[in-house]
């Protein structure tokens, strides 16, 4: 894609890439009534983890994780986006599949529906290109949400121009395995404590119990199984701690998965009436309720180890899968350094960034910081300065967090980071007593906690929108 020096900036805002959040970019700028440019290079270039040409095609899980808005900050994000009229969580909830108190979607479905949005907005255009390098020079509002998994000939033209080393982090994929295949003689179906999510299903995910010998079995396979290479500029990549390949949580040690995605605790198996060992859970993958994927089992296992070493779970003797686990490398910014608080780059400003690759971890995330990108782009290109969320909010906890506030005057390196309180400016008096007079203590506290955080939250969104 060839530069037009000196040409006038374009009217039009340019997006690269229609993951979540390009497509959340794209969505917040057509409903301000600007149009839009929508570059995915899909399918003329795959990714290592795409497989179709669909705006936000989800690669990993298919879950948004907890949609409780009331007590924790994932759910508490949903709310908040929910309330910004977001595209990304509008098409979620239109294909929801049960998962507990998760927020769970046929992916497929998922998929089309944005692309079907993107494509039927008359102020929106989607081109199907590469943007090889930096953006032209007449594009004068860029958002580049090509996500971790950056063309090469782009990701190399940022480093250049942020003088920034590369930064990055191995994602892995969890197998999905077909339900007919399961051995329900083994397995059963309940949501841990019997929680009833958005779904209203109190029994939404598959488990499969082991005894103490089969977990120990289990690890040791793990441990010895044949595991994906890494090419030598990869081999000192870190993991993000939120996503880890399974086996190396058992490298760790023996009980971590038992405290971990095989944890036990709020399940009962059924033939005995009591708690398994450890318990490996499927989560409902697509509508039909076919597809179930192994939550918590992303993995580096070549495909050969993975069939074998995972039939051996009870249930799954006869697993036949959809998908394997896989492994590929995430790369994001050192936004701290590179980004200004409206997530232009600091050195280019036309460019604003967004998405996973400011250091977002997680597809609300990602599509939370597309939103917000979206709305600063169309205040630039109405001559109005932005609105930042308020630091209360989650959208604000978020930007504060890829814009450095909560790193200031530490010696802390920049990490990924999911939505999670700690991010959250604390409370000015925290809840003490319960509504009845006694003195809060303990878990019972910290719900109490995070609850007056999403209130206030909820209460100064509602002022800022």
């Known amino acids: 894609m060839t530069q037009k020096p000196n040409a006038p900036p374009s009217p039009t805002t340019h997006i690269v890439g229609a993951g979540l959040a390009g497509s959340e970019a794209a969505w917040a700028l057509a409903a301000a009534g600007l149009p839009v440019t929508l570059h995915e290079m899909r399918p003329a270039r795959l990714t290592p983890a795409h497989n179709t040409d669909q705006c936000a095609e989800l690669v990993c899980s298919n879950s948004f994780r907890s949609d409780d808005a009331q007590t924790n900050a994932v759910g508490l994000l949903h709310a908040e986006l929910r309330a910004c009229n977001s595209l990304i969580m509008a098409c979620a909830d239109a294909h929801q599949v049960p998962a507990g108190s998760a927020l769970a979607v046929d992916r497929d479905g998922f998929a089309q529906a944005v692309t079907q949005a993107l494509l039927g907005h008359p102020l929106i255009q989607l081109s199907r290109e590469e943007v090889a390098g930096l953006p032209p020079a007449d594009w004068g509002n860029v958002i580049i949400a090509t996500g971790p998994l950056t063309s090469p000939a782009l990701a190399l033209a940022i480093a250049d121009l942020t003088g920034e080393a590369d930064l990055a982090f191995f994602d892995a994929i969890a197998p999905i395995v077909h339900h007919d295949s399961i051995n329900f003689d083994i397995a059963w179906m309940q949501s841990r404590y019997d929680k009833e999510g ?213 010696n802390v390196d920049f990490q990924p980071m999911n939505c999670n309180f700690g991010l959250f400016p604390p409370l000015q008096q925290a809840p003490l007593l319960a509504e009845d007079g006694r003195k809060l203590k303990g878990e019972e506290r910290g719900r109490a906690r995070k609850s007056a955080l999403a209130r206030r939250a909820l209460a100064d969104l509602s002022a800022w929108i």
């Open 198 to 410: 958005p779904g209203g299903d109190k029994a939404a995910y598959v488990n499969c119990p082991m005894d103490q010998g089969q977990y120990e079995a289990f690890i040791a396979a793990l441990l010895a199984g044949e595991k994906t290479s890494f090419k030598d500029w990869e081999r000192d990549t870190p993991y993000f701690e939120g996503c880890l390949p399974i086996e190396v949580m058992a490298e760790r040690g023996p009980e971590t998965l038992r405290f971990g995605p095989m944890k036990p605790v709020g399940l009962t198996d059924p033939r005995t009436g009591l708690r398994a060992h450890a318990v490996v859970q499927l989560r409902q993958d697509n509508a039909l309720g076919s597809l179930f994927n192994m939550v918590g089992f992303q993995t580096k296992l070549k495909h050969g180890a993975q069939v074998e070493i995972f039939r051996t779970i009870p249930g799954l003797e006869s697993a036949v899968f959809a998908r394997l686990g896989g492994i590929h490398r995430n790369t994001f910014l050192n936004a701290p350094r590179v980004l200004d608080a409206s997530l232009r780059l600091k050195v280019q400003p036309r460019l604003r960034f967004a998405g996973q690759i400011t250091g977002v971890e997680g597809y609300v995330e990602s599509a939370a910081m597309g939103l917000l990108a979206g709305r600063f782009a169309a205040a630039e290109a109405l001559g109005r300065p932005p609105a930042l969320p308020p630091a209360t909010t989650a959208l604000g906890a978020l930007l504060g967090h890829v814009t450095g506030g909560h790193l200031a005057g530490k």
